[in-house]
């Protein structure tokens, strides 16, 4: 059974920093592209972050040069360090893990608050 957990969320305040972790189990990990998706109340879900297998990575605009996510496949985790918060950076944080043929998989996400 495969299983995605995100952990690490909370409230911080603006210009703070918060490091997300996404756990999957159940999967050859490696393989698998990871994403971070956002979703704020009354807007649509965006794409925060992504890292491939190969390690390459994207990042929304929005975050370029605050966020940096990284991989692990020894413990199966993508991490989302994110510095320099911003209210604006408010939202519910959930992590996708996708392979084109081995399946797509979503977090139940984590509560990110940047708030004084």
């Known amino acids: 059974q495969v299983q995605v957990v995100e952990s690490g969320g909370g409230l911080v305040q603006p210009g703070g920093s918060l490091r997300l972790s996404c756990a999957a189990s159940?999967?050859?990990?490696?393989?698998?592209?990871v994403a971070w998706y956002r979703q704020a109340p009354g807007k649509q879900r965006e794409l925060v972050a992504s890292i491939a297998s190969n390690h390459r990575t994207n990042y929304a605009d929005s975050v370029k040069g605050r966020f940096t996510i990284s991989r692990d496949n020894v413990k199966n985790t993508v991490y989302l360090q994110m510095n320099s918060l911003k209210p604006e950076d408010t939202a519910v944080y959930t992590c996708?893990?996708?392979?084109?043929?081995?399946?797509?998989?979503w977090g139940q996400g984590t509560q990110v608050t940047v708030s004084s």
């Open positions: 996708n893990v996708n392979h084109f043929t081995a399946g797509n998989y």
């Open positions: 159940g999967i050859i990990f490696s393989v698998y592209t």
